[in-house]
C-alpha cells in the first residue's frame, strides 16, 4: 500500500508539468509609437528574443503577444527606426516609445533583384519615402520625385493633365537616343518618352500605391541592368500587405486649380488702332469706341476642378498577407475640353506554403481617358498662332466674336468679310475631339524556394499588357464657310497594342563566414520578348459632324495603314556583395545582354561595374569622435549601356512604301529602300566614375551626402549624312561622344525634437556636359534655326543674331539685314558691313548652373506643417512666344507693350513699328533667364483625437505651385517645347502652362 501511495506520489509532478507549464504562460500587450511625434506605429514587427514567435502591430500601434514564461525579452523591430530590446519581467502591458536612432543606417533599401541594408550599400543610391511622395497631391510619380534628389533633374514638359515629363539622371547621356533613366515597378521594366502632346507612360501609375522609390544613380548601382542602365534606374515597389489586422483606409482630396499668370494682350481699341497703322487704311473707322473686345485668354482658361478617391484593404497572417486598392483619380484642365480620369486597381499577394516554399503575385491594372488640346508648337510665327490652342487664344483678334446669335462657333473668316480667315477662332480647337484611351496591366508571379538556409531562388514571370484607342476628330462647324465646298471634317482612329513577357531566374546565396565576413551572391538569367503591333485609318470629307470618327465610311477620303514588330533580349548578370567585419565592402557586378535590335557583328555587349565603400566610423580610432555617428566613403567604376533608341528593325535593310504607279491602267503601290544596313549598331555605352561619402552627426540627427562623378559616353547614335551616290540619304549609327561630370549635395537634420519637432532638408546639384566629338569631324551641327551643336561645348546651345535696338531715322540699313527704318537692328559682329549667317553667335545655353531643392516638416501635437520648394539656376529659355507676338505684321493680336512701338514721334529703340507681312530676326532678344524657385507645395494637417472604430484621421489643406520667384516673362520658366528630346531644350513655344491648385484631403483608417 506504501509502496503506491510512493508511485502515485511520483507520477503526481509529471501529472502537473503541463499544468505548471500553462501557469507560467504570460499574455503580454502593448502600444508601440514614434519618438518623432508621438503617434501610433502600424506594421512593427515584435517578436521574442531567441524564438520564432511573433506578432506585428496593428493600425493603432497595438500588438498582443502569447508567452510561454514571463522572463526573456522582446525585440521591436521597424524601417526608419532603431531596434529596440526590452526586458519583460513578469509585465503584462508593455509599451514602447521607438527611437529614431541611426534609422538611416538600419533602413532597408531596394537594389536592382534584390535589397540591401543602407549601411552595407557602395554605390550611389538615394531613397525616397512614402511620406514625402504623398506630401504633394501628384498624377505622375517623377512629378513627386522633383528636388527632392540629388543630381536629378525633372522637367514638366508640358503641364496638361497627364502631361508630358522628362528626367535626367546626371545630366543628358545622349544625342539621338534617349536620356530618360529605365523605371522598374515590382520587377516590370518601363520606358517614358514622347513629344510635349503626348501622355506620359508613368501616369498610368497611381502614386498612392507606391511604398518607396529608389534612384540607381551611378555604374556600379546600373550595370545590373546592362543596355538598360546608362541613364539611371528608377526602382519603385508598391506596398504590400503584412500580418496582422486587417486594416482598410481610405486616402482622398478635392481641389481646383487655377492659372497662374495672363498674358497682357492689346484690347480692341489698341489693336484696331496697330490694323489701320499696318494696312495704311481705316479698317476699323473708330478705334477708340471699340473699348476692351474680348479677352481670349478669359474664354480658353477655367477654374478645374480635380480630384482623388483611393479604398485599400492590407493585412493578413503569418502564412499569407494581402493589399489591394481601388482609385479614382479625375483632373479637368484648365484650358477647355482637356482632362485626364484614371480607374485604377492593384493586388499584391503573398503566401507561403512552408518553409521550403513562398509563392506570391502582384498585378497593377488601368485605364486612362486623357483628352487633350493643341498646345505647343514647333514651328513659328504663324503656324504658331493656328496650331497652338494657347497661340490661337494669345493671337486673335479681340475685335471678333466668338460665337453666332445662335450659339455655335463663329469662324473668323466667316466675320469682316474674311479679312481674320488666316487666324482661328481658339474655342473652336477646343471642340476638336483628340482622346487616348489606355488599358494596361503590369503583372509579376513570382515563386521563391529555400531549400537551405543562405540559398533562394525566385522565379518571376512578368507580362505588360497594353492597349491604346485614339481617336480624332476635326468637326466641320469650326471650318470657315469658304472652305466647306470641298467636304470638310477629318478624322482618325489608331488601335495600337503591346505585349511584354519577361522571365527572371534569380538566385541569391547569402552567409557569414567566421562573423568577420559576409558574403552575398547574386545570379540572374533573363529573357524578355517585345510585340508590337498598330493599326491606323485616317479619313476626311464629312458629309456632317453628327457621327465624328466613329463613321469613317462616311469619308469620301480614306487611307490605312498598319504596322508590326518584335524583338527579343535576353540577359546574364551576377553580383557579388562582399563585407570584411561590416567596416571594408566590396561590389562586383557583370551583365551580358544580346538583343536581335543590335548590328550582326554587335550581338552581345558586356557591362562590368566595381564599388568598393568603407565604413570609416566603425574604427576603433573614430569610436571616441562622439560627434560623428556614421562616416563611410564610397567609390564605384563601371560600364552601362544605352539601347532604348534603337528601334527593333535598325540595324537592318528596310524597305517602304513610294507612291502609286500604273500598269496596264492599273494603280500598284510601289516598294522602295528606305534604309541602309548597318550591321555594327550597338548600345551607347557610358563608363562613369563615382566617389562619394555618407556623414552622419549627432546620432545622425544630422546626415551629409555627397558624391562627386565623371561619365563618358561613347557610340553615342548618331544620323550621319550620306553621298547621293549612295542612294540613300543618311544612316543611323555610332558616330559621337559626350561626357558629364559633376558634384552632388544633399542633407537633412533633425532641428527640434522635443513638444515641437522640426526637421529640415535640402540638396543642390552641378552637372557639366560636353559634347567631345560628332560624325566625320564635324566641329558644329545645326539643329534649328536658333540652335547648334558644336563639339568641345554642352548640347542645347542657342545660336542667333545679337539684337541691336532699331534703325532709327537717318540710320543706314546694313546689307543682308532684310530691315528698315523701325525695323529689328542686328550687330555687325565681323565688321564687314554685310548681316549674314557669320554675325551668328552663341547667345545662350539651355543647361543649367545647378538646380536644388530643399523642403521643411513641422510638428506639435496634433498639428503638421510641411513645405516643399525646388528651383533651377542659370539656364537659358528661347521664349519663342515674344517671337510671335512682338512682331506687328497684321492679322493678328499683340503684346500690349507693343502700345510703346517705335513711330517717327516715338523713337523705341525695343519696339518695331507695324509692318504689313514683316519678319524678325531670330536674336537674343527672345533669350531670357530660366532661373526659378517654386514653392510646390504647403500643407497644415491635423490629426483627430480618437474616434471609436477609426484607428486614425487626419485632414489637410494643401495649396500647390503657390508661387514662383522668377524673372522669365512667358507663361512659367519650367518648359520644353520639344519633350524628351535631347538636342532641343529650353525652348518655349505656346506649351499648355502650370497651374496652381488648392486642396482639402482626408486620410482615415479603420
Known sequence: MKKRLFQLLGIFPILLIPILCF???????????????????????????????????????????????????????????????????????????????????????????????????????????????????????????????????????????????????????????????????????????GGVNDISSLSIINPNDIESVAVLKDASATAIYGARGANGVVLITTKRGKSGKTVVSYDGYYGVQRTTKRMDMMNAAEFAALENEIYKTNVYENPA?????????????????????????????????????????????????????????????????????????????????????????????????????????????????????????????????????????????????????????????????????????????????????????????????????????????????????????????????????????????ATQSNNSNSNTINASKFPNDATANEAVQLATERTVSSSRSKDRLDSYMGRINYGFRDKYLLDLIARVDGSTKFGSNNKYGFFPAAAIAWRASEEPFMKGMSGISNLKLRFSYGLTGNAGAIDAYKSLSLQGTSGLYYFDHNPVIGIRPTGIANRDLKWERSLQADFGFD?????????????????????????????????????????????????????????????????????????????????????????????????GQPLALFKTYVFDGIYQTGETVLEGSGSRIGGVKVRDLNKDGVISAGDQTIVGNANPSFIYGFSTNLNYKNFDLSAFFSGVQGNKVYN??????????????????????????????????????????????????????????????????????????RVYVSANNLFTLTNYSGYDPEVNTFGNSNKQIGVDNLVYPTARSFLLGLQVAF
Not at 110 to 122: E, L, M, R
Not at 698 to 713: C, E, P, Q
Not at 886 to 897: A, F, H, V
Not at 900 to 906: C, I
Open 23 to 193: 501557469s507560467q504562460q504570460l499574455t503580454v500587450k502593448g502600444r508601440v509609437t514614434s519618438a518623432d511625434n508621438g503617434e501610433a506605429l502600424p506594421g512593427v514587427t515584435v517578436r521574442v528574443k531567441g524564438a520564432a514567435t511573433g506578432a506585428v502591430t496593428g493600425p493603432d500601434g497595438s500588438y498582443t503577444l502569447q508567452l510561454k514564461q514571463a522572463a526573456g525579452s522582446l525585440v521591436f523591430t521597424f524601417t526608419g527606426y532603431a531596434t529596440q530590446e526590452v526586458a519583460v519581467d513578469g509585465k503584462s502591458q508593455l509599451d514602447v516609445v521607438l527611437q529614431s536612432g541611426k534609422k538611416d543606417l538600419d533602413e532597408v533599401v531596394v537594389v536592382g533583384y534584390g535589397t540591401q541594408q543602407k549601411a552595407n550599400v557602395a554605390g550611389s543610391i538615394t531613397s525616397v519615402k512614402t511620406a514625402d511622395l504623398k506630401q504633394t497631391p501628384i498624377s505622375n510619380v517623377v512629378q513627386g520625385l522633383q528636388g527632392r534628389v540629388s543630381g536629378v533633374q525633372i522637367t514638366q514638359n508640358s503641364a496638361a493633365p497627364g502631361g508630358n515629363i522628362s528626367m535626367r539622371i546626371r545630366g543628358v547621356n545622349s544625342i539621338n537616343g534617349t536620356s530618360e533613366p529605365l523605371y522598374v515597378v515590382d520587377g516590370v521594366q518601363l520606358s517614358n518618352s
Open 289 to 525: 469706341a471699340l473699348g476692351e473686345g474680348v479677352d481670349w485668354q478669359d474664354k480658353i482658361f477655367r477654374d478645374a476642378p480635380m480630384q482623388n478617391h483611393q479604398v485599400t484593404i492590407a493585412g493578413g497572417s503569418d502564412r499569407t498577407q494581402f493589399a489591394m486598392s481601388g482609385n479614382y483619380f479625375k483632373q479637368d484642365g484648365i484650358m477647355l475640353s482637356s482632362d485626364f480620369t484614371r480607374y485604377s486597381f492593384r493586388l499584391n499577394f503573398d503566401h507561403r506554403v512552408s518553409n521550403l516554399l513562398r509563392v506570391g503575385a502582384s498585378m497593377f491594372t488601368s485605364y486612362v481617358v486623357n483628352n487633350t488640346v493643341p498646345a505647343g508648337s514647333t514651328s513659328i510665327d504663324a503656324g504658331a498662332v493656328t496650331g497652338s490652342m494657347l497661340g490661337a487664344a494669345m493671337g486673335a483678334p479681340p475685335t471678333l466674336e466668338p460665337y453666332r446669335p445662335d450659339g455655335t462657333i463663329f469662324p473668323f473668316g466667316d466675320q469682316m468679310n474674311g479679312r481674320y480667315r488666316e487666324v482661328v477662332n481658339p474655342i473652336g480647337l477646343s471642340m476638336i475631339l483628340n482622346r487616348d484611351k489606355i488599358n494596361r496591366t503590369l503583372g509579376n508571379i513570382y515563386a521563391e524556394i529555400t531549400p537551405f538556409k543562405g540559398l533562394t531562388y525566385r522565379a518571376n514571370f512578368n507580362p505588360v499588357l497594353s492597349g491604346t484607342l485614339a481617336d480624332y476628330y476635326s468637326p466641320r462647324s469650326i471650318m470657315n464657310t469658304g472652305d466647306l465646298a470641298g467636304g470638310g471634317g477629318s478624322a482618325s482612329k489608331t488601335n495600337s497594342n503591346n505585349v511584354v513577357l519577361l522571365h527572371e531566374s534569380i538566385v541569391t546565396y547569402e552567409t557569414r563566414i567566421a562573423k568577420e565576413h559576409a558574403l552575398k551572391v547574386t545570379g540572374v538569367f
Open 695 to 791: 556623414l552622419g552627426l549627432f546620432n545622425d540627427r544630422v546626415n551629409v551626402t555627397a558624391d562627386i562623378y565623371h561619365k563618358k559616353t561613347d557610340d553615342l547614335l548618331f544620323v550621319k549624312i550620306l553621298p547621293g551616290s549612295s542612294g540613300y540619304s543618311e544612316v543611323t549609327g555610332n558616330f559621337a561622344s559626350m561626357e558629364n561630370k559633376g558634384l552632388e549635395f544633399s542633407m537633412d537634420a533633425v532641428i527640434l525634437d522635443k513638444a515641437v519637432k522640426w526637421s529640415v532638408a535640402g540638396n543642390i546639384s552641378f552637372n557639366r556636359n560636353k559634347l567631345l566629338s560628332l560624325a566625320d569631324g564635324l566641329s558644329e551641327y545645326s539643329v534649328s534655326n536658333y540652335q547648334v551643336m558644336q563639339v
Open 880 to 953: 519663342l512666344i515674344r517671337y510671335t507676338f512682338e512682331n506687328p505684321l497684321g492679322g493678328r493680336n499683340m503684346y500690349k507693350s507693343l502700345v510703346n512701338r517705335w513711330s517717327p514721334d516715338n523713337p523705341s529703340n525695343e519696339y518695331v513699328s507695324g509692318f504689313q507681312g514683316g519678319r524678325l530676326p531670330l536674336s537674343d532678344r527672345f533669350m531670357e533667364d530660366g532661373s526659378f524657385l517654386r514653392c510646390k507645395n504647403i500643407t497644415l494637417g491635423y490629426r483627430l483625437p480618437k474616434i471609436s472604430h477609426i484607428s486614425s484621421a
